[in-house]
């Protein structure tokens, strides 16, 4: 079996404080599943859960559970795990949502920045995956989705961490999709590749030193985020209740995939022009 509708599931997303995770955590709410939330950020998550009970959704009920996790302390996960099978019994979709930026040429990114980024991007969801795929598998309509990003299918100069990271996601979150289907597991998997979505994670992020955060900010805020995290959602989710291995969300994320699939190699040339066009220091 596959899961197909959200009614009665129980949902898990990290990253849920905020951006597409809350706009997920939302549509699922609507949808009627049953929630298992977290974040690091204790008020941004604090706020997730008013507005899921605006959506006539009572935290006060089974129906959501909200912890405040790390994602990359691999025995909080693994914590937050057992209390949410203890919980709800059960778990059918996980989103492994929760990411950061760290914006930077690769020589002056500091080892320290490199281990925050990898820390949350990869092993945030190596955490997730590892912990609740065997409660997915155990459910007999599992969805994994985890979120990788238009920079897990190019690669962008001044973004070589998150690069990586994203690249990683893929690599891991393909490879995973085969396991399921070669054990024929009752489990879809999903790698989803959003382009630019309005959300905070450029301020949120961190930067090398020299770098002008704030035009960083304002690039992207005001220029490169064109997708609202609620449309971001939509797509994520009915992509995940559809099965596919793989969802583009935004315009860019389309455009620029396929151009580079066209270029070839060459793509990193055009990429390196234009980005030395944006003055950032």
């Avoid at 793989?246 to 455009?255: E, F, K, P, T």
Wanted: aromatic share 4%; with cysteine; glycine share 12%.
């Amino acid at each position: 079996m596959s899961l197909t509708t959200l009614r009665d599931k129980v949902v898990v997303i990290t990253g849920a404080g905020s951006g597409i995770g809350r706009a997920l955590a939302l549509r699922s709410a609507r949808g009627g599943a049953l929630l298992a939330l977290s974040d690091w950020d204790a008020d941004g998550l604090a706020e997730t859960v008013r507005l899921v009970e605006q959506a006539g959704v009572s935290a006060q009920t089974p129906k959501v559970r909200h912890d405040v996790v790390d994602v990359s302390d691999r025995a909080a996960v693994a914590a937050w795990a057992d209390g949410v099978v203890e919980e709800f019994g059960r778990v059918n979709l996980v989103v492994n949502n929760a990411g950061v930026t760290a914006t930077g040429d690769f020589t002056e990114l500091s080892y320290e920045d490199l281990d925050w980024i990898v820390g949350i991007n990869f092993h945030g969801v190596v955490h997730g995956s590892k912990e609740f795929l065997p409660h997915l598998i155990a459910s007999g309509d599992g969805a994994l989705v985890n979120i990788s990003s238009l920079f897990g299918l190019v690669s962008v100069p001044g973004q070589s961490a998150y690069n990586a990271t994203k690249y990683a996601v893929r690599g891991l979150t393909e490879a995973i999709r085969g396991e399921m289907l070669v054990a024929g597991h009752p489990v879809t998997v999903t790698c989803v590749h959003p382009g630019g979505i309005r959300t905070g994670i450029s301020r949120h992020g961190r930067k090398a030193a020299g770098l002008d955060g704030a035009a960083i900010d304002a690039l992207f805020e005001k220029k490169l985020a064109r997708m609202s995290p609620e449309r971001a959602a939509e797509i994520i989710l009915d992509g995940a209740l559809a099965g596919k291995a793989r969802v583009l969300a935004g315009i860019d994320a389309h455009v620029i995939h396929h151009f580079a699939k066209l270029a070839g190699a060459r793509y990193q040339d055009v990429v390196a022009r234009v980005t030395s066009r944006m003055p950032l220091r």
